[in-house]
């Protein structure tokens, strides 16, 4: 066996702690150095070499900053980065292919990005000896055999161009300074496809408007539309759904999916199931530990590979990476409405600026999840905001207010939590969190390695899952959540469906749920409120349907059909055109 010894130097205080980990481990007490500290106040280097894995290290931590993985010493053979001394490894490389879009999948810190950069040239692989110059023809070595041997060694002697669309777009309003978004895509429009991007991806009404004016999901279309207008041989797109409805999604997949028809290589990363699964001909699995290790998986088709996925096992390696499989569940239409009401509320109709929203009556049962549904700017988070107002007794309160009153979670959430983590939590709660609360919710959403941070200093993903948390752990007769499933990975993406579904029935309380993930809203919703109209100007919510006709009506509306897969029930987006896409239209039924 061979040790991966991680330090978390952002956690790390040694001192404030009296440095348990040197003081406790058995090698240091034997003489020799294990674990030293090069100054007092830096965080601790782990010999792995002299580590026998015991992990007292790790217990004896009180912030949780130390990781020891024991690992079988022939996968050494295959590390091709690391980032440092006591930091991340990642194993492997992807086989990549032409004129195919190739799609990475995993955990948050499980490497993807890393894979990404490595391709585009950004990150240097190292092999595993941190400190060195390795050349490229050390690199190709480690490399000979592959099947994409000649394909990379282009890459990493510079004979293709990558063009790289990142993960996080907050620097590009400021590295573009006051340019319009036309004047922006403008420069970069190597192909002259200016006027059809636009189009493609609803870009016009904006097309004038200042790169720094734009929103979330404005920015990562204009990003999607510089990489792909530029000319290159490699494209890589890091998230290109993160901020987009569910049509934008479809329509940037679209767009990324024709760039293999040139024979390009298209490699993504994302953690929208449903986009991937339409989108990817291949998929590349990265599994390990986040934060300490990764490896990359052989290369699957596009099905296997995500059905292996959810499995937790990769049949063709025999290995498997999770003890649980994830199976979603199969909606059987409620024929009655709930025997018991949570909450009813009437007509509504609300102006904002030049906005209106107008909705149809209706209730949610005990026991419920309603899920709201709908494109950006049609009203989803004003229609959640006004049931609110409806619950709270017409009180027209802020976010922050709304959240230490009730379980809601809104859609934007920087800037609402001050605090050390676990004092957050326990005021939520009211008192310390229960073990089972700690297994089922804190642990999966890895917010237990948080408690000691401030919550001001947390990423968007951390700070989404502390948000999702703190509601629900109040004791709250219904929950209201906006977008819960961003920033998240797969993974926490299905602990917080299945936290909502567990305090759901245990409180015997109700949810709404705005939501854009198709596979994360079909999993949690009993019933959607489906919202259609003009974005923008003007937006008509339906009644609460059952989860078929809401979804069917949403399918419509986008202008696909799915149906599900039969080994997990998950659900797949089909091909335009393909036989069983004909049937289902022929029939009406654009949902299973």
């Not at 018991?340 to 509504?348: A, G, Q, R, V």
């Not at 401030?454 to 948000?467: D, F, H, M, N, P």
């Amino acid at each position: 066996m061979v040790r991966v010894a991680v330090v978390d130097r952002d956690s790390c205080k040694p001192t404030k702690c009296g440095k348990p980990c040197r003081k406790y481990c058995p090698i240091v007490r034997i003489g020799q150095e294990a674990i030293y500290f090069a100054e007092d106040e830096a965080p601790p280097v782990i010999n792995e070499y002299l580590c026998s894995g015991c992990c007292i290290c790790v217990k004896k931590c009180p912030f949780n900053a130390i990781w020891v993985v024991n690992l079988p010493d022939e996968l050494e053979k295959k590390v091709f980065h690391r980032y440092g001394v006591n930091a991340f490894k990642l194993y492997g490389f992807p086989v990549l292919s032409k004129g195919a879009v190739t799609g990475i999948l995993g955990e948050n810190g499980i490497g993807k990005s890393t894979v990404l950069k490595i391709i585009s040239g950004i990150v240097k692989p190292n092999l595993g000896r941190v400190g060195e110059d390795v050349n490229v023809n050390e690199i190709l070595s480690f490399l000979r055999g592959s099947v994409s041997f000649n394909l990379v060694e282009e890459i990493f002697k510079g004979r293709v161009r990558c063009i790289y669309k990142p993960q996080y777009l907050d620097d590009i309003p400021r590295i573009i300074g006051g340019k319009s978004v036309r004047e922006t895509l403008e420069k970069v429009d190597e192909k002259g496809v200016l006027n059809e991007v636009l189009e493609r991806l609803d870009l016009k009404s904006v097309a004038d408007n200042k790169v720094s004016s734009l929103s979330g999901g404005e920015l990562q279309r204009l990003a999607v539309a510089a990489a792909f207008m530029r000319r290159g041989d490699v494209y890589l797109f890091d998230e290109p759904s993160s901020f987009l409805d569910v049509k934008q999604r479809l329509k940037v997949a679209e767009l990324v999916a024709s760039l293999k028809e040139d024979g390009k290589i298209v490699v993504v990363v994302e953690h929208d199931l449903t986009m991937l699964d339409y989108l990817a001909d291949y998929l590349v699995i990265i599994y390990g530990q986040p934060s300490v290790y990764g490896i990359v998986s052989q290369v699957l088709s596009a099905r296997v590979g995500m059905n292996s996925y959810l499995e937790g096992y990769i049949r063709q390696e025999n290995i498997r990476f999770r003890r649980e499989r994830i199976r979603f569940q199969a909606h059987s239409p409620a024929e009655e409405s709930p025997a018991l009401k949570m909450f009813e509320w009437p007509s509504i109709q609300v102006s904002l600026g030049g906005f209106t929203l107008k909705a149809e009556k209706g209730f949610i049962g005990v026991g419920e999840v309603i899920g709201i549904a709908g494109p950006n700017g049609i009203g989803k988070t004003t229609m959640l905001k006004e049931l609110l107002k409806y619950f709270s007794g017409g009180e027209s309160l802020s976010d922050r207010d709304l959240a230490k009153r009730i379980g809601y979670k809104p859609q934007y959430v920087s800037g609402m939590f001050n605090g050390v983590v676990s004092d957050l939590l326990k005021e939520a709660y009211g008192g310390d969190v229960p073990e089972v609360l700690e297994s089922e919710l804190i642990k999966p959403l890895k917010l237990d390695r948080l408690y000691d941070r401030l919550a001001e200093t947390l990423s968007g993903g951390e700070l989404q899952a502390l948000a999702i948390a703190i509601a629900l752990l109040k004791d709250s007769p219904i929950y209201f959540l906006d977008e819960p499933c961003a920033y998240l990975d797969v993974e926490q993406r299905l602990v917080v469906i299945r936290a909502i579904r567990h305090t759901v029935m245990t409180k015997k309380a109700s949810a709404f749920i705005v939501e854009h993930d198709i596979a994360a809203l079909d999993f949690l919703s009993d019933r959607l409120i489906f919202i259609h109209g003009e974005p923008g100007v003007q937006g008509y919510a339906s009644e609460p349907l059952n989860v078929v006709q809401g979804m069917n009506s949403l399918l419509k509306y986008l202008d696909v059909t799915m149906r599900r897969e039969p080994e997990n029930l998950r659900p797949r987006i089909n091909k335009k055109d393909s036989k069983t896409d004909r049937l289902q239209r022929a029939q009406g039924k654009y949902y299973y």
